[in-house]
């Protein structure tokens, strides 16, 4: 991936805004171009939405058209980065979406009869060809919709992974603990009243936000949603595959419609969180499930326990009986852009040579690298 890049950013200094992992890809980005990087972060580690996720890299739900080649150029990028940089825990595993009921077979097979169903590498399994490519899954159902192009990486070490290739060029400096507060001339200016000037400069900050920088976007077309998930013990076999329900159909873009018109209505209570499952075995064993699509209201601080008993009922089901105990749980919140539909993400340039990219919503760890590349066409 590096060795062929131009270096039309050679001599230039970019300074980056948010360490999460669009910001962090645009540092990526911007080094191997040749640019000096100066990479700021309000927290001493990152801690939003990027590290509280299943690091996912999920092209089968993506909505067909723009956002599912954003989706798979990422894809393309991802594996091209694991491949440079050791610890990212990229792995081409693909995924399968349990099918319990006639009408969810019936959402499948008409994606499958799309003209990108090849591109995102669908494949309607039987229950046993399922379990033979995943034979940890010892629930219940009758199907399965495989996604040969969905992909993985291990979410908190990622980021450390890419900084630490980062610093050892010479190139990078990683600054942990530095707010945002103002922009100045071409540069930002942070709260121990440094300013860090740049030929351009990348605000990557997550939903949640303080000071100057929730000024900033008070305004603009960006929702919060608050997700939940949680982390079981090791489960003692492998997950070969990610894992979906189809309850995952109703909030994906790509089954939506059919969804919306085939599925009977969720409980009420799983409808009110947009409940699906997923799930991720984690590289110590452990699995990754969730999650909801709440939104987030100020000043909430508080989860609630039956969204994730409901979680935990879904995960039985597809893994089995010995699901293991769940050791951790957590909330996070992520931006969503509003609008019509056509937008993947939000991007405005905020004063000379400042740019803010933000609103991925949940597409942000599957999409980072494609967004990152664009800001550098």
């Not at 996720?53 to 092209?59: K, P, T």
């Not at 499958?112 to 899954?137: C, I, K, T, V, W």
């Not at 290739?165 to 600054?175: D, E, H, N, S």
């Not at 852009?337 to 056509?342: D, I």
Request: aromatic share 8%; net charge negative; glycine share 10%.
């Amino acid at each position: 991936m590096f060795n062929d890049l131009d270096q039309t950013l050679a001599g230039q200094r970019t300074v980056v805004v948010g360490a999460g992992i669009v910001g962090t890809t645009h540092a990526l980005f911007a080094l191997v171009r040749g640019a000096q990087v100066v990479h700021l972060e309000r927290d001493p580690v990152p801690r939003g939405a990027t590290v509280r996720n299943f690091g996912l890299i999920w092209v089968s739900g993506r909505a067909a058209g723009g956002e599912l080649a954003l989706a798979l150029r990422a894809r393309e990028l991802w594996e091209e980065i694991a491949a440079t940089i050791p610890g990212v825990g990229f792995r081409a595993n693909g995924s399968l979406t349990v099918l319990c009921s006639d009408a969810e077979r019936e959402v499948a097979r008409r994606a499958l009869e799309r003209p990108d169903a090849a591109d995102r590498g669908f494949e309607l399994l039987s229950r046993d060809e399922a379990r033979q490519r995943n034979p940890a899954l010892q629930g219940d159902f009758e199907a399965a919709l495989w996604c040969g192009r969905d992909a993985a990486v291990e979410s908190r070490l990622a980021l450390g992974a890419m900084r630490g290739w980062m610093t050892a060029t010479g190139r990078y400096q990683y600054l942990p603990g530095r707010e945002l507060v103002g922009l100045t001339e071409s540069g930002v200016l942070d709260h121990r009243g440094e300013r860090h000037a740049g030929d351009q400069v990348w605000l990557c900050v997550g939903a949640s936000l303080s000071g100057f920088a929730a000024e900033l976007f008070e305004k603009e077309p960006l929702r919060r949603v608050r997700l939940m998930m949680a982390e079981t013990e090791p489960l003692g076999r492998a997950l070969t595959t990610s894992v979906a329900n189809g309850d995952s159909f109703r909030y994906y873009p790509a089954f939506r419609e059919d969804a919306s018109s085939l599925l009977d209505e969720q409980e009420s209570y799983a409808r009110r969180f947009a409940i699906q499952l997923l799930c991720q075995q984690r590289l110590h064993g452990g699995l990754t499930i969730g999650d909801t699509h709440e939104v987030d209201e100020a000043g909430l601080f508080e989860t609630r326990d039956r969204p994730m008993d409901l979680i935990v009922a879904a995960a039985r089901s597809v893994i089995g009986h010995d699901l293991p105990p769940i050791e951790r749980r957590w909330s996070g919140v992520y931006h969503q852009v509003e609008g019509s539909g056509a937008e993947r993400y939000y991007r405005r340039e905020v004063a000379d040579h400042v740019v803010a990219i933000t609103g991925a919503g949940g597409r942000g760890m599957t999409a980072a690298p494609a967004i990152a590349e664009e800001s550098f066409l």
